[in-house]
């Protein structure tokens, strides 16, 4: 891991740190929060929600939310703590928030024939661009979306 972390950009080390910590503070959010309180945090929220892709983003942007992408996965692989999806959308927004690039979190729910048990998901996508939560599950439909 440290080998890798060297052969990495600074820029992309701080990317990783960043990640790190937002991850950390939503994993603390969203344990001491009720989610009535956090939906509003989280932007826009815009109902009945739809996965479709959004508004193309510029270049930059694209190559910005890859970047994050990256550094949400690794954080998340090596974190002391379980990331999973809610805490991974919650941080990527809130780093592509800083940087001003246009994103969706989405909130989805699906149900598994087999058992009946419902599941629930969260992803978090900059026009075309999966950054996190991806592959969705093709049973899952979104119910909620905060731009």
């Not at 989405?106 to 026009?127: E, F, I, Q, S």
Request: aromatic content about 6%.
């Amino acid at each position: 891991m440290l080998r890798r972390l060297r052969s990495l950009s600074p820029d992309d080390r701080r990317l990783i740190a960043a990640a790190f910590a937002r991850l950390a503070a939503a994993r603390l959010w969203l344990a001491v929060v009720p989610f009535r309180h956090v939906a509003p945090r989280l932007g826009t929220r815009i109902a009945p929600a739809t996965d479709a892709p959004l508004a193309p983003v510029d270049p930059a942007a694209a190559d910005t939310a890859r970047r994050i992408r990256r550094a949400i996965a690794i954080a998340a692989r090596n974190a002391p703590f379980r990331a999973l999806c809610f805490q991974q959308a919650a941080a990527a927004k809130r780093m592509l928030n800083a940087r001003r690039i246009p994103n969706a979190l989405y909130l989805g729910a699906a149900v598994d024939p087999a058992t009946g048990a419902m599941r629930a998901h969260a992803w978090v996508r900059v026009g075309a661009i999966g950054v996190t939560g991806f592959p969705v599950d093709p049973d899952m439909v979104a119910v909620a979306r905060f731009d």
